[in-house]
């Protein structure tokens, strides 16, 4: 890996985790609700009458803010493709989806609420499901690149 230093810049990735940080703490305090994105959409699809409205605004907000982003800020973020890149076809990504989703049901959650919300709560549950998420990150990326010699 090559990190390109003239323009790399830690005040977006700063700015963006405070905001996630600032997100998840604000849901926290006014809804008592932990921010997992899969929890979250999981509990959308269940239709709880309770909770439904403040669930579709999270998951709005997730799909719309970039965009939203991109027309607002000039030289903004640019919208994504949606097109598999680095030779992987639809059903790499397909299956690849469907693993993270299968993972994160067995893990009782996804990155951000484990990651995000379940770090900071000091779960010992969470930073177990971290290291697991971690490790199989490593793991992928050294099959890929150095295995299977992509």
Known sequence: MIIDWNHF???SAL???ALIG???SLL???NGRIAGVSGILGGLLRLDENDTPWQAAFVAGLLFAPALWAILMPGGLPLPSFTPEDGAGWGALILGGLLVGIGTRLANGC???HGVCGLARLS???LAAV???MAFGFLTVFVVRHILGN
């Open 9 to 11: 810049s830690p005040w």
């Open 15 to 17: 700015t963006g985790g």
């Open 22 to 24: 600032l997100a998840a």
């Open 28 to 30: 926290l305090l006014a």
């Open 111 to 113: 990155t951000s609420g």
């Open 124 to 126: 010992v549950r969470s």
């Open 131 to 133: 290291l697991v998420f």
